[in-house]
């Protein structure tokens, strides 16, 4: 698998986000990710419960930007009945 695959991406991305969430800006500029939204798409059609906040960032250049902030959900237990 090529590293810049999309096999490639989207095994990064959910790799990150198994540590925490991640935002667009932190995805494309230290994960590598082209394009993050297009990446937790699949990552949703292959099963993953991806929640979609926002959140502000400030870019290199001074330019703060509202960014997607995605978060794995967790899944609950079932609690048993007494």
């Not at 991406?9 to 932190?26: F, I, K, S, Y």
């Not at 230290?30 to 991806?50: A, S, T």
């Not at 979609?52 to 609690?79: F, M, N």
Request: charged share 30%; proline share 4%.
């Amino acid at each position: 698998m090529s590293r810049n695959s999309a096999a490639a991406q989207r095994a990064r991305l959910l790799a990150a986000l198994e540590r925490g969430p991640v935002d667009t800006q932190h995805a494309s500029r230290k994960l590598d990710i082209i394009h993050p939204p297009r990446r937790v798409f699949e990552l949703r059609q292959l099963g993953h419960d991806i929640q979609t906040g926002w959140c502000w960032r400030t870019t290199e250049a001074g330019e703060r930007h509202r960014v997607g902030i995605y978060s794995l959900a967790v899944a609950r237990k079932k609690r048993r009945a007494a």
